[in-house]
């Protein structure tokens, strides 16, 4: 089951050149762990912003926040979810 | 290079039913030969709404205004794109 | 699975009274329906809108796609849908 | 009588550990108590949001108020309040 | 029980001068009847609108619904409904 | 002369509890000098929000401004002010 | 007692043109006599925008709505109302 | 040539009582000269904010920009410009 | 003097082709010939959009209020505009 | 390629005198040296705003998204993109 992710960061200004650092480690590691098991199928970063579009395909709705949720940067994050569906007219295969 | 697009469809209520069916059809195969070309990468559905999200996958800008403003459905459609650009956690090789 | 739905009736001005008294009764008994089977598991009135919130309880997205695409009234609403998920505090068996 | 509430949390940045736990701690235990009494009817989670959708089922305004400004996290929230009344279609008795 | 109500009316161009000499004079009347009973407890124009504020005092969500949905011009209002209660540094016996 | 405001309070998160409840104390006063003066003829709480709306009955703008602009919690607020007048409709006496 | 007054002219489609000729040019007068009276002390239009901004100088709230509600274009108008006061640094004797 | 600027001002809120002084006394004699100079036409405080609307006669573009971006308060403003021109209307030979 | 000018076109449904391709080739002359001269200094399509971004280059606000009342399209369009001035940082000579 | 950018910038108020001085000082080079190469093909201030806009001609939105990044301002801006194509009623050349 697809989810359309839109992901706005916001470090706060206080935050340590070193915490920023290890925050960032975790999170790029966390993503890639995702990425790989298929949960989290694509991510795109938005030209001039720090900001991504990401489809997620998880099982339920409660997979889904319990990913969000546990995204290091989620204190720093604006985010907005959008169930999806199959398009009528769409004609590759993983694309539902 | 990649752009993301979400396009709201709003039928005008004086559309008869056989200028609905005809228009629809046509936007169908328009939509479907460039998914099969690779121009049109994605397409979604949205949950409760008559709009879609898309993945277009062009040379240029003005290969992607070509593109959405020839769809069938473009007088009918609110249109907003974004530029996307490979994500620095993406592992997925197409995502780019 | 929840999901929360926003629905706002916008009934076009050319709708003839009989076509007004047909499309709500079919609206009324497609909603009666669902909510029997269980699939639309709560609806409220908001006061002094011609408008409801509904809590639906679906297998996955396209299932509640296709109930919401399939409202009598679906072209003329607009809908607002967002993925609940069981609240940690909550102490009420069926809210999940 | 019914009202649908929304509760954005946001807290501060400058809020220490400890402080957190507590009075979370303090939140979870307020909103069991009015769960348990009929009061908090129904509490969810909007996914991927720090954010949850209830539905109070009080005496009249003033209980409400009063239940929602003396939440321990009411100085840290966004807190948007609709009147509901019955649906005309809705056929669980306790929607109202 | 009293809620703050804001009423914006929008009269559609197609609607002859008779119809609506017409609905306003019920609208009137409909008005005056339920302040004349205490249920609308006050009503002002805003300066340079076709709109009001209004304070109605009814027992509770389902008169306040009852009211605005009965009102002959309801099909032509934006309507947006703030349920009140006394205000702690209040003085004046009847803001409650 | 009548005019309706809305005023949200935004306490800053270092103001010590003892300028709060000193600051609280001093608005309450000066709220209180005014309604029984007369200058501010209704005040009530919105349900849930930390807001007034109040109705002031003022000589003109610059008695409304310098009434406005000394609420001790000004700096603290967010004001919206709308000029009333008498509603047609209107049959209580002092409605204007 | 001075207002800020904007005004969005939006003539409808089907105005015929003898129509729009002889609305405009009542517009005109009763704006030019205002103006000659001192009640609309300034009339600016805003560059590309069938909009103005103005000035009205009247005796109180009910004048001004009285003024605007008989514009002849009133009901094509979407009109914004902002009471103003003398400004502290003014040193213009009649900008208040 | 004319513009419309509004300007809302908002003092940071560790701002020492000396500084606020020193640059308000700065503030008004810089706009107290523009006033003379007839570059700063006019000037009215928005009743119930700490906001103002002006009105400036300027040589161009550059002007404008030049004596804004020189207001001490600048950095603590938020500021809309809008070009205005002679309205056909207007008898007021100086609205212009 | 520059100024940038965003327009979004909607042309009404009842407009005939013949009277589109009529003001269009109308718009297409009376833009060209406002380029030639140099007021209107540049003009892009925004992908995707029936709207256009501009930069003109005129004498006064009431000269450009001129060049954009006069478009065959105005009725038609929604027009925002913003005053330019020389960036500090530009190297172009033009650019001002 | 031709790319439509807004920047608002928003200096934090720690940010030191010799901070500001030197993080400007770098931006203006970076942008100048961009300038000079044709990539940041025009800027301009927004008058009476910290803001500018730009117009960028670069090989792909990667171009685009690395010249963006790179700002020394970029954190503490806002930066809004949309794609550019030649206009069909462009005249000058160098306009795609």
Redesign the interface.
Known sequence: ?????RMDVK????LSAEEAVEILAR??AY??DL??SGKW??????????A??S?FDVT???E??EI??GLPLF?FMD??????????????GD??
Chains 1, 2, 3, 4, 5, 6, 7, 8, 9, 10 share one sequence.
């Open positions: 089951m697809l989810f359309h992710v470090l706060p200004r206080d999170e790029k993503s890639q990425q790989k199928r694509h991510i795109w970063r938005i030209a001039g912003q720090y991504n579009v489809i339920d709705n409660a889904l926040h969000l949720s204190k985010i907005e979810v959008m169930p999806l569906v199959r398009h009528p007219s769409a004609v590759r694309d539902s």
